[in-house]
């Protein structure tokens, strides 16, 4: 097998072996001496070459005409004077945003989960917010191509919160389609999150992507690059899902349109302190937004500390499929808690990875990196 990933036998090198990407140290720096050359330059033509022996019907054309988009990020006021900043639509931000929303109503705090009875509550609310914020989720879409103001007004909209917050029962769940999807959730995967944060308080929060693992498993001869296979994000029409829901219109395949998207990056401003409190985001297809939430709502709401939030098994659900999703080791009387609610609880397949920074009052700086995934938070 002609691959630097494995070694003479045809076996995968283990971690920490040295693997040499001439292709790809060359075509770095092309874009480090020469960035243009990506969308229009000898670069471009490596990269169309590469994609076009693999059968693909991009363009020199298509890379010549891609432009950047410098957007407005979706805000969110939540209580304790802290204002939430994250990528608008069609990344994850409204949908991470709608759910901190549904659940700012309840006025979370320490003594929430003191016992395992307002434990096992506070995760039935939290779940119940994520179910709806799935279902509105197949509502959304790339914002050039589809009108979703007043989606993402009503998400942010502290009034349209209280109202679906009303609709959470505390004694139990509800079938799927109470939550009122419109269409299919689609499902993503694989990134990578880098949070960032500086001596003057400057902060960076980035989510990059190729999809899924090894994205479209083409590694190109000429440029090195792995390419992404994310047009898998796009919805299909004519097909339906388990629960015969159509896929998603405003999410359908557009010539210069995005797809959907998990990414979440986010940071957490402290009005009251003029500060960057929280920087975090990660890794791990539509768990971003569930694992992100969370995150937020153990440090700002239940007094977590990083490490803690983001050391702590983690729960997912995203309506379709119709089970709460659980990270093994998850607490068996928590899972028994969830079930007399009425919830279907099992296995998580994957997982998320969390990368985030918490400013604490005294000015200290915590950097945590999810175990999960391995490494550790760097300073100078």
Known sequence: MNSPYFDEN????PVGSLVQLPELAKTLQIIADDPASFYNGS????IVADLQERGSIITLEDLKNYRL?????????????YKLYSIPAPGGGPILSYILNILAGYNMKPSDIATKEGEILTYHRIIEAFKFAFAKRTELGDEDFVDISQVVMNMTSLMFGESIRKLISDSHTQSTLFYKPSAAVTDDAGTSHLSVIDGQGSAVSVTSTINTHFGSRVRGTRTGIVFNNEMNDFSVPNTTNYFDLPASPANFIRPGKRPLSSMSPTIVWDENQKKVRLVTGAA???????????????????NRSLPESIDSQRFHHQLIPTYVQLEHGFPKDIQEGLKAKGHRVGQMHGGSIIQAIDVLATGKIVGTADFRKGGQPEGF
Do not use: H, Q, Y
Request: charged share 15%.
């Open 43 to 46: 670069l471009a033509e490596d």
């Open 69 to 81: 988009k410098w957007t407005t990020p979706t805000m969110l006021s939540l209580p304790g004077g």
């Open 10 to 13: 045809g076996n995968v090198k």
């Open 284 to 302: 791990g297809g539509t768990r971003i937004i569930t694992a992100t939430a969370m995150n937020i709502i153990d440090v700002l709401w239940l």
